[in-house]
T-cell receptor
Framework: GNSVTQMEGPVTLSEEAFLTINCTYTATGYPSLFWYVQYPGEGLQLLLKATKADDKGSNKGFEATYRKETTSFHLEKGSVQVSDSAVYFC????????????FGAGTRLAVHP | GAGVSQTPSNKVTEKGKYVELRCDPI?????LYWYRQSLGQGPEFLIY????????DSGLPNDRFFAVRPEGSVSTLKIQRTERGDSAVYLC???????????FGQGTRLTVV
């Protein structure tokens, strides 16, 4: 079945450091891929998405590229801020009218000044 | 206006009791999803409604769990004979249609003692 694996946290960085959170997936066909973020005390929010191979999703300085050859969708940001501290979830939605999201376990990011 | 609303935000119940969790989706959204998030894990799919009908209930763990959406808007997740293992955050999400961005509520934290 479909699944998502993401790197374990916590990830602790200094402000302005480069961020990578790895995400790989297993799926048949051509899933859509997502990164969701959960800030402290808030609900899950969509951060970015990509719906086909080689698409790059981007938002708030974060980027992720849909790599079908490596079944990956790694999240990157060139310069993190304290306000980026949150839990990040990689997710996929299967192809063919299949609507539910399959989430990874989440990666907690802590950015300190 | 607002987003997806879930009530109560917290619920403590005794083992064996019955609980109901409520979700008010964004007005006009036809698709509604329930997920369960255990501590340190990503959200796990439970059930998906398109309108009033459950289009996919493959994630419900057993027959103690049931959900309804009688008028195609508000949904209630019902858990009978609660067990300590049911303790988790129950998330609701809605989207304009089944295959579009899902907006999440803040969840109901259920604790079974």
């Amino acid at each position: 079945g479909n699944s998502v694996t993401q790197m374990e946290g916590p990830v602790t960085l200094s402000e302005e450091a480069f961020l990578t959170i790895n995400c790989t997936y297993t799926a048949t066909g051509y899933p859509s891929l997502f990164w969701y973020v959960q800030y402290p005390g808030e609900g899950l929010q969509l951060l970015l998405k990509a719906t086909k191979a080689d698409d790059k999703g981007s938002n708030k300085g974060f980027e992720a590229t849909y790599r079908k050859e490596t079944t990956s969708f790694h999240l990157e940001k060139g310069s993190v801020q304290v306000s980026d501290s949150a839990v990040y979830f990689c997710a996929l939605r299967g192809s063919g009218g299949y609507n539910k999201l399959i989430f990874g376990a989440g990666t907690r990011l802590a950015v300190h000044p | 206006g607002a987003g997806v609303s879930q009530t109560p935000s917290n619920k403590v119940t005794e083992k064996g009791k019955y609980v109901e969790l409520r979700c008010d989706p964004i007005s006009g959204h036809t698709a509604l999803y329930w997920y369960r998030q255990s501590l340190g894990q990503g959200p796990e799919f439970l059930i998906y409604f398109q309108g009033t009908g459950a289009a996919d209930d493959s994630g419900l763990p057993n027959d103690r769990f049931f959900a309804v959406r009688p008028e195609g808007s508000v949904s209630t997740l019902k858990i009978q004979r609660t067990e300590r293992g049911d303790s988790a955050v129950y998330l609701c999400a809605s989207s304009p249609e089944g295959n579009t961005e899902a907006f999440f509520g803040q969840g109901t934290r259920l604790t079974v003692v």
